[in-house]
Protein backbone atom coordinates (compact mmCIF):
# COMPACT_ATOMS: atom_id res chain seq x y z
CA UNK A 1 0.00 0.00 0.00
CA UNK A 2 2.37 2.85 -1.40
CA UNK A 3 0.00 5.54 -0.56
CA UNK A 4 0.13 4.85 3.55
CA UNK A 5 4.02 5.31 3.28
CA UNK A 6 4.92 8.78 4.61
CA UNK A 7 8.32 8.63 1.85
CA UNK A 8 10.57 10.75 3.65
CA UNK A 9 8.56 12.25 5.94
CA UNK A 10 9.47 11.99 9.71
CA UNK A 11 8.44 9.47 12.50
CA UNK A 12 5.79 10.65 14.27
CA UNK A 13 4.87 9.84 17.64
CA UNK A 14 0.94 9.49 18.18
CA UNK A 15 -1.58 9.89 20.58
CA UNK A 16 -4.51 7.91 19.44
CA UNK A 17 -7.26 8.20 21.91
CA UNK A 18 -10.36 5.97 20.69
CA UNK A 19 -12.52 3.36 23.08
CA UNK A 20 -13.58 0.95 20.03
CA UNK A 21 -10.86 -1.89 20.23
CA UNK A 22 -11.45 -3.04 16.85
CA UNK A 23 -10.90 0.46 15.01
CA UNK A 24 -7.78 1.21 17.49
CA UNK A 25 -5.93 -1.87 17.00
CA UNK A 26 -6.00 -1.29 13.29
CA UNK A 27 -5.09 2.04 12.57
CA UNK A 28 -2.78 1.59 15.59
CA UNK A 29 -1.29 -1.09 13.54
CA UNK A 30 -1.15 0.95 9.87
CA UNK A 31 0.66 3.62 11.35
CA UNK A 32 3.60 1.57 12.88
CA UNK A 33 3.60 0.21 9.39
CA UNK A 34 4.19 3.48 7.91
CA UNK A 35 7.19 3.73 10.70
CA UNK A 36 5.58 5.72 13.74
CA UNK A 37 5.59 5.53 17.40
CA UNK A 38 1.62 5.32 18.46
CA UNK A 39 0.00 5.36 21.88
CA UNK A 40 -3.68 3.82 22.01
CA UNK A 41 -5.25 5.33 25.16
CA UNK A 42 -9.00 4.43 25.58
CA UNK A 43 -10.60 7.00 28.12
CA UNK A 44 -9.87 10.57 28.43
CA UNK A 45 -8.30 9.47 32.15
CA UNK A 46 -5.91 7.64 30.27
CA UNK A 47 -5.59 10.18 27.60
CA UNK A 48 -4.44 12.83 29.75
CA UNK A 49 -2.03 10.32 32.04
CA UNK A 50 0.42 9.88 28.64
CA UNK A 51 -0.07 13.15 27.67
CA UNK A 52 1.21 14.05 31.06
CA UNK A 53 4.20 11.60 30.80
CA UNK A 54 4.51 12.43 26.82
CA UNK A 55 5.46 15.26 24.21
CA UNK A 56 2.91 13.67 20.70
CA UNK A 57 3.42 15.08 17.40
CA UNK A 58 -0.38 14.85 16.88
CA UNK A 59 -3.24 13.58 18.70
CA UNK A 60 -5.98 11.40 16.66
CA UNK A 61 -8.95 12.21 19.31
CA UNK A 62 -12.20 10.26 19.77
CA UNK A 63 -15.32 12.37 20.10
CA UNK A 64 -17.15 10.16 22.63
CA UNK A 65 -15.68 8.42 24.82
CA UNK A 66 -16.49 6.33 27.98
CA UNK A 67 -15.63 9.04 30.69
CA UNK A 68 -16.59 12.38 28.43
CA UNK A 69 -16.18 13.88 25.10
CA UNK A 70 -12.97 14.46 23.18
CA UNK A 71 -13.83 18.37 22.72
CA UNK A 72 -13.13 18.77 26.44
CA UNK A 73 -9.78 17.29 25.93
CA UNK A 74 -9.31 19.24 23.17
CA UNK A 75 -10.31 22.16 24.67
CA UNK A 76 -8.06 21.86 27.67
CA UNK A 77 -4.85 21.22 25.39
CA UNK A 78 -5.55 24.46 23.72
CA UNK A 79 -5.88 26.25 27.34
CA UNK A 80 -2.67 24.96 28.37
CA UNK A 81 -0.92 26.49 25.41
CA UNK A 82 0.08 22.68 24.02
CA UNK A 83 0.56 23.13 20.72
CA UNK A 84 -0.17 19.22 19.85
CA UNK A 85 -1.91 19.21 16.40
CA UNK A 86 -5.54 17.49 16.95
CA UNK A 87 -7.29 15.16 14.60
CA UNK A 88 -10.51 14.42 16.08
CA UNK A 89 -12.53 11.51 14.94
CA UNK A 90 -16.49 10.91 15.40
CA UNK A 91 -19.16 9.40 14.08
CA UNK A 92 -21.42 11.81 14.34
CA UNK A 93 -21.65 14.62 11.05
CA UNK A 94 -23.68 17.43 11.87
CA UNK A 95 -22.47 20.78 11.20
CA UNK A 96 -22.58 21.59 15.40
CA UNK A 97 -20.48 18.83 16.13
CA UNK A 98 -18.00 19.89 13.32
CA UNK A 99 -18.40 23.44 14.51
CA UNK A 100 -18.06 22.10 18.21
CA UNK A 101 -14.75 20.12 17.19
CA UNK A 102 -12.75 23.26 15.91
CA UNK A 103 -14.06 25.54 18.19
CA UNK A 104 -12.63 23.42 20.88
CA UNK A 105 -9.34 23.85 19.65
CA UNK A 106 -9.49 20.75 17.30
CA UNK A 107 -7.14 21.29 13.98
CA UNK A 108 -8.68 19.19 11.95
CA UNK A 109 -12.20 16.34 12.28
CA UNK A 110 -12.72 13.12 10.36
CA UNK A 111 -15.68 11.13 10.19
CA UNK A 112 -16.18 7.72 10.83
CA UNK A 113 -16.02 5.45 8.83
CA UNK A 114 -13.10 6.50 6.70
CA UNK A 115 -10.54 4.86 4.83
CA UNK A 116 -7.13 4.97 6.52
CA UNK A 117 -5.43 6.58 3.61
CA UNK A 118 -7.31 9.23 4.59
CA UNK A 119 -6.05 9.29 7.66
CA UNK A 120 -2.91 9.69 7.35
CA UNK A 121 -3.44 11.89 4.13
CA UNK A 122 -4.82 14.20 7.29
CA UNK A 123 -2.14 14.15 9.59
CA UNK A 124 0.78 14.92 7.01
CA UNK A 125 -1.52 18.14 6.20
CA UNK A 126 -1.50 18.57 10.22
CA UNK A 127 2.56 18.15 10.69
CA UNK A 128 2.98 20.59 7.69
CA UNK A 129 0.83 23.23 9.93
CA UNK A 130 2.61 22.43 12.51
CA UNK A 131 5.98 23.79 12.32
CA UNK A 132 6.87 24.72 15.63
CA UNK A 133 6.55 21.20 16.53
CA UNK A 134 9.90 20.38 14.04
CA UNK A 135 12.60 22.63 14.51
CA UNK A 136 15.49 23.21 12.13
CA UNK A 137 18.80 21.82 12.31
CA UNK A 138 20.13 20.49 15.73
CA UNK A 139 23.93 21.28 15.84
CA UNK A 140 26.11 19.75 18.98
CA UNK A 141 29.64 20.50 18.10
CA UNK A 142 30.20 19.17 14.83
CA UNK A 143 27.16 17.19 14.80
CA UNK A 144 24.07 18.51 12.53
CA UNK A 145 20.87 16.70 13.05
CA UNK A 146 18.18 18.22 10.26
CA UNK A 147 14.97 16.72 11.54
CA UNK A 148 13.18 17.82 8.37
CA UNK A 149 15.58 16.49 5.83
CA UNK A 150 16.76 13.31 8.04
CA UNK A 151 19.96 13.67 7.62
CA UNK A 152 22.96 13.79 9.84
CA UNK A 153 26.78 14.70 9.62
CA UNK A 154 29.77 14.71 12.09
CA UNK A 155 32.63 16.40 11.15
CA UNK A 156 30.79 17.87 7.46
CA UNK A 157 30.28 13.92 6.51
CA UNK A 158 27.36 12.42 6.22
CA UNK A 159 26.34 9.55 8.58
CA UNK A 160 23.93 7.15 7.27
CA UNK A 161 21.20 5.88 10.32
CA UNK A 162 18.36 3.78 10.15
CA UNK A 163 15.02 5.09 11.27
CA UNK A 164 15.57 4.02 15.04
CA UNK A 165 19.00 4.94 15.21
CA UNK A 166 18.25 8.58 14.04
CA UNK A 167 15.07 8.88 16.19
CA UNK A 168 17.71 7.78 19.21
CA UNK A 169 19.68 10.55 18.04
CA UNK A 170 17.62 13.10 17.42
CA UNK A 171 16.33 12.94 21.09
CA UNK A 172 20.05 12.80 22.45
CA UNK A 173 20.56 15.61 20.30
CA UNK A 174 17.73 17.65 21.50
CA UNK A 175 18.35 16.67 25.66
CA UNK A 176 22.58 17.74 24.77
CA UNK A 177 24.04 18.58 27.80
CA UNK A 178 21.41 16.34 29.70
CA UNK A 179 21.71 13.01 31.20
CA UNK A 180 18.44 11.26 29.59
CA UNK A 181 17.38 8.47 31.72
CA UNK A 182 16.34 4.96 29.86
CA UNK A 183 12.91 5.16 30.67
CA UNK A 184 12.74 9.00 28.87
CA UNK A 185 14.83 7.34 25.94
CA UNK A 186 12.06 4.60 25.19
CA UNK A 187 9.12 7.00 26.06
CA UNK A 188 10.74 8.90 23.47
CA UNK A 189 11.89 6.90 20.37
CA UNK A 190 9.94 3.66 21.65
CA UNK A 191 6.23 3.78 21.81
CA UNK A 192 4.43 1.41 24.86
CA UNK A 193 5.36 -2.07 23.63
CA UNK A 194 9.12 -1.38 24.42
CA UNK A 195 10.01 -3.67 26.41
CA UNK A 196 12.09 -2.19 29.82
CA UNK A 197 13.97 -5.25 30.58
CA UNK A 198 15.62 -5.64 27.14
CA UNK A 199 18.87 -3.78 27.06
CA UNK A 200 17.60 -2.62 22.98
CA UNK A 201 18.52 0.99 24.35
CA UNK A 202 21.73 0.09 25.04
CA UNK A 203 22.72 -1.62 21.54
CA UNK A 204 21.33 0.90 19.74
CA UNK A 205 23.33 3.56 21.87
CA UNK A 206 26.39 1.44 20.67
CA UNK A 207 25.31 1.32 17.41
CA UNK A 208 25.06 4.91 17.14
CA UNK A 209 28.23 5.86 19.25
CA UNK A 210 30.31 3.45 16.48
CA UNK A 211 28.91 5.78 13.31
CA UNK A 212 29.35 9.06 15.08
CA UNK A 213 32.12 8.81 17.77
CA UNK A 214 34.70 8.24 14.81
CA UNK A 215 38.33 7.42 16.14
CA UNK A 216 39.87 10.73 15.81
CA UNK A 217 36.69 13.11 16.90
CA UNK A 218 35.76 14.50 20.30
CA UNK A 219 33.22 11.52 21.96
CA UNK A 220 30.17 12.86 22.02
CA UNK A 221 27.46 10.03 23.66
CA UNK A 222 28.58 9.71 27.15
CA UNK A 223 27.20 6.67 29.33
CA UNK A 224 26.64 7.79 32.91
CA UNK A 225 26.57 5.37 35.33
CA UNK A 226 23.10 4.08 36.56
CA UNK A 227 21.59 6.89 35.13
CA UNK A 228 21.82 6.39 31.53
CA UNK A 229 23.37 8.79 28.47
CA UNK A 230 24.58 12.21 27.61
CA UNK A 231 25.06 13.90 24.46
CA UNK A 232 27.77 16.31 25.56
CA UNK A 233 30.59 17.72 23.52
CA UNK A 234 32.02 19.45 27.49
CA UNK A 235 32.72 15.73 29.18
CA UNK A 236 35.66 15.35 27.11
CA UNK A 237 37.39 11.77 26.54
CA UNK A 238 34.95 8.77 27.79
CA UNK A 239 36.84 6.98 31.05
CA UNK A 240 36.69 2.99 30.14
CA1 LIG B 1 -16.13 6.22 20.85
Known amino acids: MTATTIEGADQLRVLLVEDEHRLAESLARGLREAAHAVDVADTLASARQKLELERYDAVILDVNLP ?11 RKRAIPVPILM ?25 FAFEELVA ?12 RPTR ?3 ADLVVDPAARTVTRAGRPVEMTTTEYALL ?5 QAGQVCGRAA ?6 DENY ?3 SNIIDVYVSRIRRKIDQPGLTPLIHTVRGA ?9 IRPG
Request: hydrophobic share 40%; charged share 30%.
Open 138 to 140: ITV
Open 185 to 190: ISGAVW
Open 67 to 77: DGSGFGLAAEL
Open 89 to 113: LTARDTVEDRVAGLDSGADDYLVKP
Open 122 to 133: RLRALQRRAPES
Open 228 to 236: GYSLDPTRG
Open 170 to 174: EYLAR
Open 195 to 197: DPF
